[in-house]
């Protein structure tokens, strides 16, 4: 239940950030909702591109608007990037020029009006969900095709001269320590918090004892996910006799058709969330290199809250304090090695004990809300 009311706040999403379903909507979803229990008001501005308006976000918010994105070559500049560039919109310039509360760009997507002169005063956050020119140009590197290393080249390119100039930003938000590292080096005249994402779960709940498998879990039809799970299929899961599930949305040929060559490996493709749920609850290792060291992965947050064991690399747990709950696996021996030692460990409530007290302090919804609505509060005094 909403509290007594507390402050405005415009937010301007990069998306619509429901259902809820990857990694941006999921921090952008329940931050709203976060925000609403403790009485914020909310002018939630949308862009649209794919995903259809949604009902439930007037449940969280005074207002919903929304706002087509211009995409192809109706999003193209010299001068800005075209994340940035195509969700320029009249109508959201008039809005956020008529009602008066502070703004909260999600992402740097979001940020065309940034320097808009009708909000000249006003107070300005922006959430930064990746440092964006690092994550292109790593995309670029790892394309599919020359086009598209083409078009992650410009873009990154555009993106690095763009993160200079977000000197009308008040409150940076970084999502990571080492985000707010960058930014803060970037800008140190400017206020900067590490918030890091919300999340769906209101309390964490992380089972002891053991399971029978290993997993992964995430957006398989994204390039990176992509990457860590052929990696896997080709160098780790051959050689562990253990159970495997690769478990997420979309995946492509590649994977399907190497899964089908491993007896022991099971697809589970486009689970439900309870499907889902379930699979991250009754694993017994949850298995999870990365090869992009940027941004927070929540596919790491949400195994922590509600798993047991886990695998990952450096890259993993990239700027998220939280290497002293994982066991850190670099090369593919290491995963296989980590994987045959935990697998006659059960997980220990002393172990979950140290777990939710580390995400206690620093990843509770509530808490980290508090900070957010303190800061808008101290900032009007």
């Not at 697809?267 to 609850?281: F, G, K, T, Y």
Request: aromatic content about 12%.
């Amino acid at each position: 239940m909403m509290s007594l009311q507390g402050p405005e706040l415009h937010i301007v999403c990069f998306d619509v950030p429901y259902p809820a379903d990857y990694g941006g909507a999921i921090d952008v979803f329940y931050k709203i909702k976060a925000l609403w229990e403790q009485g914020c008001v909310i002018y939630l501005h949308c862009f649209q591109y794919g995903r259809p308006e949604a009902p439930e976000l007037k449940n969280y918010c005074k207002e919903v608007w929304y706002y087509k994105r211009q995409t192809g070559w109706k999003g193209l500049s010299l001068l800005k990037p075209y994340i940035v560039y195509s969700r320029r919109d009249k109508l959201l310039r008039q809005r956020l020029t008529e009602i008066e509360a502070p703004i909260l760009f999600e992402g740097i997507h979001s940020t065309f009006l940034l320097e808009e002169p009708s909000i000249q005063n006003r107070l300005k956050i922006i959430r930064t969900h990746n440092i964006e020119a690092a994550y292109y140009r790593k995309l670029a590197s790892r394309a599919s095709s020359k086009l598209s290393a083409i078009y992650f080249q410009v873009e990154g390119q555009l993106l690095h001269r763009y993160e200079k100039r977000l000197h009308e930003a008040d409150l940076f938000l970084e999502l990571s320590t080492a985000d707010k590292d960058y930014f803060s080096a970037a800008y140190p005249e400017r206020d900067h918090l590490f918030l890091p994402p919300f999340h769906p779960f209101t309390t964490s709940d992380i089972p002891v004892g053991s399971g029978n498998y290993c997993l992964y879990h995430g957006n398989l039809s994204h390039p990176e996910n992509e990457e860590a799970v052929l990696y896997l299929l080709k160098e780790v899961v051959p050689f562990v006799a253990v159970p495997f599930i690769i478990a997420g949305k979309d995946p492509g040929a590649l994977i399907t058709d190497r899964v089908k060559e491993i007896k022991h490996c099971t697809l589970v493709a486009d689970p439900s969330s309870d499907v889902m749920e379930r699979l991250i609850r009754d694993a017994h290792i949850h298995v999870l290199p990365t090869f992009q060291a940027t941004g927070m992965k929540l596919k790491l947050l949400f195994a922590l809250l509600n798993g047991r064991h886990v695998v990952c690399n450096r890259d993993m747990l990239w700027g998220s304090g939280l290497e002293s709950i994982c066991n850190l696996a670099e090369s593919s021996s290491d995963f296989i090695a980590a994987i045959a030692k935990l697998m006659e460990e059960p997980f220990t409530t002393e172990a979950k004990a140290t777990r939710t007290k580390l995400l206690d302090n620093g990843y509770a919804n509530a808490s980290n809300a508090t900070r957010l609505i303190t800061y808008l509060q101290q900032r009007s005094l």
